[in-house]
């Protein structure tokens, strides 16, 4: 337990937004192991993506952040921006959800790449030439499976297509070897076929780099299909967390409600045409005013007094498998069925 | 894997998470929200409530006739608390119906703009084509053409009066307001409501008085503001250069330029109007700006 | 004068791969689409226009696309011609009274295009639309209103078609108005029934502007606007896309429930293949403006017959047990609509691939009932061998 | 059933526009040549519209050179032997003619417009050129400092200068100036003398270039601080460079400026015509020797060749400057430069 490579305790974050106090996330504590994949599955608004960014020092200024963030026991919440920025792109890397919006559009790929390689030379020791940032950038392409790489180096983010972008990005993100990398809704934005492509090549330099992989997502599919750990948020907080083996599948059982909930809502293949899907009522709470229980508790069919009255905390109920909910579905049960 | 927490749940709910935010903070936003839109806004009232009010509920002294024995009074004399001019003509007098002068214009013309150029404007940016082709190339001249130049011709050919000056400073207001127009318009037609509204059995001008006019109404607002500004400076410059109102009648412009020949020797001749105009127009500005801000975050 | 970047001045609408220079001259001999007289064509129902509907009254179909293409100039900045969008190269297919037909495409595949054509907005470049009996590509002004009265439409972006200046209350009548449907009096009644239909309570929702909704309302308002006039036909872009995964299941069981309530048909349009099986009867798969497949959806979903299908379903990561991990089995992406390849469109991408594939436009062809594909070489050699999971049909819910 | 499907034959021949397009060169070139063709229609009726409007005008040129104590006959004579009693569209012809071959015709004292040109419109464009360099120098480095720290004091007292400045009449700004600089401190002339060098440039138009710099800084510093605090706070390749650890004084400049400029040189293009203008203010107040000034005492003499020649120098001006704002845009955006789409 004491080589986690990130560990998150009681992360909180909260925005002044137009006079009113906005808690985005509201104390999530979780580990990430070296060289694991963590998913971490949630609607829009649960706070997914603002956790991940207050850990890279990336949330405007103004931001309330409180609680701990330790990348490998150097605490990363509470430092300057100018001493994050020796982990930012060096040990923590992200990749963004819209691989268009998310690389300059005046510069020229290469020149993105070698930027992210020269920022961080100082810190690495040993001064490079500007010939062998270039020749690390085009390897980078190659590695990413950019094919003509050199010819690639040269160009502007426009003439590349949505998947090359996407690869372009997360060859800037390994451009220093990180150790842990956040894909954030990475292929959100691209083709279901595409979107298998770079997740294959995520997991493929995983391995072959020994990072760790965050994958913020709000497709629970994608977390069954390529995570080893699951995180599900609602309303800023944890709700459930397991082993993706031990939520889906064979042998796996989701236990919160807003899990099996996320779940039941997913269209399958396997589902017959024009079936009525389960559904909860409602909307997410309003993150300005968040209810005193379970904050599912206002959509929860199985939502009791106690559900309304406290907050359930999230426990390690079975060895590995962390749930919050007062009345959690039966093991294996999917409560509509 | 995960650090094992202690299991909680016996200890039934968490404790509430202290506020992170600071409450004073919260306040000031709020506080300085307001007030970048009312303190403009007062200002403006009470200018235009000097301008216009002051003159009927208190008898000022007459803005054109002075008494030549009180002339080169300086401000904070008695009866003139601003002084008196060369001729000894009450110069808060003259700033008053001078503000009355401005306003009329300023509004005027901006109305004139609005009601020309802004249906061109609709009218090039909705229905495109070989009409936008058109209206755009004209308004696309006359936006080449240094407007205070054709200003000039204009007042200079016409003679100077209100009526005139309002007439060529509209050469102006009509391509600023028409371009403006036309390109908000061009930004509502792209959007999925207005091929909902087609989807929907609405059609033409009725899509343009339902739809299009109330959505760009925000931007035309903000933007005569500004105009009302660049229109008041720009009556004083044609006042300045002798082909805006003719002189008794006082205007801020030929206040400005009344007070050049006497420059170094009393420069407040020049800066009471100076700043007079300066607050008007700031006030605008800052009027418009607030007023944006209010528009885009909603 | 210099302009702001237009809508015309932007880009190709979509992503599009690298460019493929001198490809244009290689194009077989056949031309675009052309279909020889009763080639491949079974029963006398024209290929892709959808065999018999799962109702049963197949004779005449509520809407009838022909060989429709539309095109679009992309411009550069200062007004140059930059090259032709094929957005959509000669599509066919049928709508059935009470069927709902899926049309799945990723980016760029000319599907949203597509429904704009269908609805006359733009005009289609050319071939036929027929709606209830109508042809819809000859009319103009009043007698294309009156046509399209039946047929409505759902948009991706809830927020973005509802005009953020009007009440919920306006937004809902604009169409009663517009079609002159009774007094103030019967369209304030009938605005509020409509409400109701959606599951939105007219005394709290009514007098709401769009931004005080949240996204699944703001959409039950567009859907409330699109049943107002009692349509036949809904077409659906992307309808719930943008939506998150618990509302947009309220929204496709909201489609349901309208489905069997107000007897409609459905075109539903989305990139996502589970979630169009889910809502229809049939699917069609579209690829660079061309249809590829289109099938029932549990024939096109067990047994995909062309390349295409098979890399999409192969693609979707899914919860479900034993469904396994998410394969690509296609490389690239989709080459760009202004220049496409020649011959089958699928081609550069296609594990299939041969020379013929370059030279000749595969044709579509029946190879199960009601199962059409456009393929030389599609997955299912033998052709006429239907299982019986595929011949089932689509079960009712 | 209709068992066919028709063939659609698009038009036009793809290979044919292909070859077409690699004949014709990059599109930014395509576009420059697009724009010089636009720039003549609009220079044509700038010129006919002043002509138009002097024309319809009640004033007459004869009567402005003889005095307004001449003999109606005398009047009429001298009309008839300028052409003045012609048609208007003939007059407006001949007059396009002459211009078409350089000549700008002759002026109401006599003296060649082509010659007033040749004298004052190098030191109308040093005026403009100055006021344009300085004012956009300074607003780029202070608004860049200025986002730096969204409502720091760099901020603030940029956004309370240039609301002043945006709010300044020009020429109640150029008095303040000479009260200081020229009345008070004696560094600059209150009256400028012609320009002879570098020194007497300084000297004579640096007060006038910061009348008209004022505003016009202003008007550029609150627009690119607006537009590089948004990018900063909404664009993802910011967010992009930042998690690649980039420097924030970097992340500014090097990513965020560049892609600000855009909106910069089209507000800089659209203001050149109102900018023109205020040139003509400010030469009056100061007495530079420049077309601004020449084109008042035109406008008062109801001198038409001559303000025809300066307004078409200004609407010259005007359409260059834009045709250089969209070149300047194709150097900086290779979406432009290298065609509009992925193909």
Not at chain 2, 64 to 81: A, L, M, Q, R, Y
Not at chain 3, 25 to 49: D, H, I, N, T
Request: charged share 15%; with cysteine.
């Amino acid at each position: 337990m004491t080589d986690a490579l990130l560990q998150v305790d009681d992360l909180r974050v909260t925005f002044a937004v137009g006079g009113r106090e906005v808690r985005a996330v509201d104390g999530i504590s979780f580990t990430v192991s070296p060289g694991a994949t963590l998913a971490i599955i949630g609607e829009s608004g649960s706070g997914k993506t603002v956790s991940c960014r207050a850990i890279m020092g990336l949330l405007p200024t103004g931001t309330a952040i409180g609680g701990s963030a330790r990348l490998r026991g150097t605490e990363l919440l509470g430092l300057s921006d100018a001493e994050l920025r020796r982990y930012r792109g060096s040990d923590l890397a992200m990749v963004f959800q819209d691989p268009a919006r998310s690389l300059n559009p005046t510069m020229r790929v290469g020149l993105q790449i070698t930027e992210a390689i020269t920022t961080h030379r100082a810190t690495r020791g040993g001064r490079q030439s500007k010939r062998e940032a270039q020749q690390q950038a085009i390897e980078l392409l190659r590695l990413v499976r950019i094919p003509a790489a050199e010819r690639r180096f040269h160009e502007y983010p426009h003439q590349l297509s949505g998947g090359m972008r996407q690869r372009v990005m997360i060859a800037m993100a390994l451009a220093c070897r990180p150790k842990l990398l956040i894909a954030d809704e990475a292929t959100t934005a691209l083709d279901v076929t595409t979107q298998a492509q770079i997740m294959e090549l995520l997991l493929e330099l995983q391995e072959e780099l020994g990072m760790a992989l965050i994958m913020i997502s709000h497709d629970l599919g994608l977390a069954a299909s390529y995570a080893d750990e699951v995180i599900v948020m609602y309303a800023g907080k944890i709700v459930e967390q397991a082993p993706a083996a031990g939520l889906f599948g064979a042998g796996g059982a989701v236990r919160m409600r807003y899990t099996r909930a996320l779940l039941d809502a997913i269209p399958h293949l396997e589902r017959p045409a024009h079936t009525l899907l389960p559904v909860v009522t409602g909307r997410p709470p309003d993150p300005t005013a968040l209810p005193p229980g379970c904050s599912f508790a206002p959509r929860c069919q199985y939502a009791e007094d106690d559900c309304r009255a406290k907050v359930p905390a999230l426990a390690e109920h079975v060895p590995g498998h962390r749930w919050a909910c007062w009345h959690p579905c039966e093991n294996g049960a999917a409560p509509h069925d | 894997m995960a650090a094992p927490l202690p299991d909680v749940t016996l200890l039934g709910a968490l404790p509430p998470l202290p506020s992170l935010v600071n409450a004073r903070r919260l306040r000031a936003q709020r506080l300085g929200r307001a007030l970048r839109l009312w303190v403009p806004a007062g200002i403006l009232i009470l200018m235009l409530a000097m301008c216009f009010v002051l003159p009927l509920v208190a008898s000022l002294p007459s803005p054109t006739k002075g008494d030549i024995i009180v002339n080169n009074e300086p401000p904070f004399s008695p009866g003139h608390w601003l002084g008196t001019d060369m001729q000894g003509v009450d110069i808060f007098s003259k700033l008053v119906y001078g503000g009355q002068v401005a306003f009329e214009i300023g509004a005027a013309v901006t109305a004139i703009g609005i009601a020309i150029g802004g249906t061109l404007g609709i009218i090039a940016g909705y229905f495109g084509g070989s009409v936008d082709a058109v209206i755009s190339r004209v308004l696309d001249i006359l936006i080449a053409f240094p407007a205070l130049v054709l200003a000039l011709v204009i007042a200079q050919g016409l003679g100077g009066s209100e009526i005139h000056v309002i007439w060529a400073l509209s050469v102006f207001g009509i391509p600023a307001v028409g371009r403006v127009t036309r390109g908000a318009t061009l930004t509502i037609r792209g959007l999925p409501f207005m091929v909902a509204a087609k989807l929907s059995g609405t059609r033409g001008w009725r899509i343009i008085a339902r739809h299009v006019v109330p959505n760009i109404i925000p931007t035309i607002v903000t933007f005569s503001l500004l105009g009302v500004g660049i229109v008041i400076i720009l009556e004083g410059a044609l006042d300045f250069l002798g082909y805006g109102i003719p002189p008794p009648t006082a205007s801020w412009g030929n206040m400005i330029s009344n007070g050049q020949q006497i420059l170094s020797a009393q420069p407040e001749y020049v800066l009471i109007p100076s700043i007079a105009l300066l607050v008007t127009v700031a006030s605008l500005n800052m009027l418009g700006d607030a007023l944006r801000e209010r528009w885009s975050t909603q | 004068m210099t302009e702001q970047a237009g809508p015309e001045s932007g880009g190709v609408p979509g992503d599009a791969g690298a460019p493929q220079p001198g490809e244009r001259e290689a194009r077989g001999p056949g031309g675009l689409g052309r279909v020889p007289p009763g080639r491949g064509v079974k029963g006398g129902s024209p290929p892709f226009a959808g065999g018999a509907s799962p109702r049963g009254d197949g004779d005449t179909a509520l809407l009838s696309v022909r060989d429709l293409v539309q095109e679009f100039i992309v411009r550069e900045r200062g007004g140059g011609k930059a090259g032709v969008v094929q957005a959509v190269s000669g599509v066919s297919f049928d709508v059935m009274s009470g069927e709902t037909l899926g049309i799945v495409g990723e980016t760029g595949s000319g599907k949203s295009t597509l429904a704009r054509a269908i609805l006359q907005a733009p005009r289609p470049k050319s071939g036929s639309v027929v709606f209830r009996g109508t042809e819809l590509t000859n009319l103009r002004g009043g007698r294309l209103l009156q046509a399209r009265r039946h047929m409505q439409f759902v948009f991706q972006d809830p927020f973005g078609s509802l005009d953020p200046k009007w009440k919920v209350r306006s937004i809902i009548d604009e169409p009663l108005i517009a079609y002159r449907a009774g007094g103030r009096e019967a369209r304030r009644k009938r605005v509020n029934e409509l409400l109701d239909l959606v599951g939105l309570d007219p005394a709290r929702y009514a007098g709401r502007h769009p931004r005080e909704l949240s996204g699944g309302q703001a959409q039950r308002v567009a859907i409330a606007r699109a049943v107002a006039l009692e349509p036949s036909l809904i077409i659906c872009d992307e309808a719930v896309s943008s939506l998150d995964v618990l509302i947009q299941a309220q929204v496709l069981n909201l489609f349901e429930k309208l489905r069997g309530e107000l007897g409609l048909s459905y075109l539903f349009i989305a990139h996502d293949l589970a979630l169009v099986k889910q809502v229809s009867d049939r699917v069609a798969v579209m690829y660079l403006g061309k249809l590829c497949e289109v099938g029932q959806g549990e024939a096109v979903y067990r047994r995909p017959l062309h390349p295409y299908t098979k890399a999409l379903l192969d693609s979707i990561p899914s919860t479900e047990p034993g469904a396994g991990r998410a394969t690509a089995t296609i490389e690239g992406e989709p080459p760009s609509p202004i220049n496409p390849p020649s011959g089958c469109r699928f081609r550069t991408r296609c594990p299939l691939a041969t020379d013929l594939c370059a030279a000749e436009e595969p044709l579509p062809r029946e190879l199960a009932p009601g199962h059409v594909v456009a393929c030389h070489f599609p997955l299912m050699p033998g052709t006429s061998v239907i299982t019986p999971a595929a011949s089932s049909g689509v079960r009712q819910a | 059933m209709a068992l066919v499907q028709q063939i659609q034959l698009q038009q036009g021949e793809p290979g044919a526009r292909g070859r077409a397009r690699r004949v014709t060169g990059s599109p930014a070139l395509r576009m420059v040549g697009r724009r010089l063709l636009a720039v003549i229609p609009v220079l044509i009726g700038v010129s006919f519209l002043t002509f138009a409007i002097m024309s319809t005008l009640p004033n007459n040129t004869a009567q402005a050179i003889l005095g307004l104590s001449a003999s109606p006959a005398a009047v009429a004579q001298l009309n008839h032997s300028l052409g003045l009693d012609r048609p208007f569209w003939v007059q407006y012809w001949s007059w396009l003619i002459n211009v078409l071959h350089g000549n700008f015709g002759t002026a109401v004292q006599g003296q060649s417009v082509n010659h007033e040109l040749a004298i004052y419109v190098p030191t109308t464009l040093a005026l403009l050129v100055y006021a344009l360099v300085v004012s956009l120098a300074l607003a780029i480095i202070v608004a860049t400092l200025a986002a730096r720290r969204p409502n720091g004091i760099a901020d603030r007292i940029n956004l309370t200068v240039s609301m002043l400045g945006l709010s300044t009449a020009p020429y109640a700004f150029a008095f303040l100036l000479i009260i200081i600089f020229a009345v008070k401190l004696g560094w600059f002339p209150v009256l400028s003398g012609p320009v002879t060098g570098p020194a007497s440039f300084f000297r004579n138009l640096t007060l006038p270039a910061a009348s008209i710099g004022f505003g016009l800084f202003a008007i550029y510093s609150r627009l690119l601080r607006a537009d590089l605090v948004e990018q900063m706070q909404r664009e993802d390749y910011i967010v992009t460079a930042k998690a690649k650890g980039v420097a924030p004084w970097r992340v500014l400049i090097r990513h965020a400026l560049r892609n600000s400029l855009f909106n910069l040189i089209t507000v800089i293009a659209l203001n050149l015509g109102g900018l023109v203008g205020a040139v003509a203010i400010i030469e009056t107040v100061f007495q530079v020797q420049g077309i601004g000034n020449d084109l008042i005492t035109g406008i008062s003499n109801h001198d038409l060749p001559l303000i025809q020649g300066i307004t078409l120098v200004f609407a010259l001006v005007t359409v260059a400057g834009n045709l250089l704002a969209d070149i300047l845009y194709a150097v900086l955006d290779p979406r432009i430069r290298y065609g509009s789409s992925t193909s």
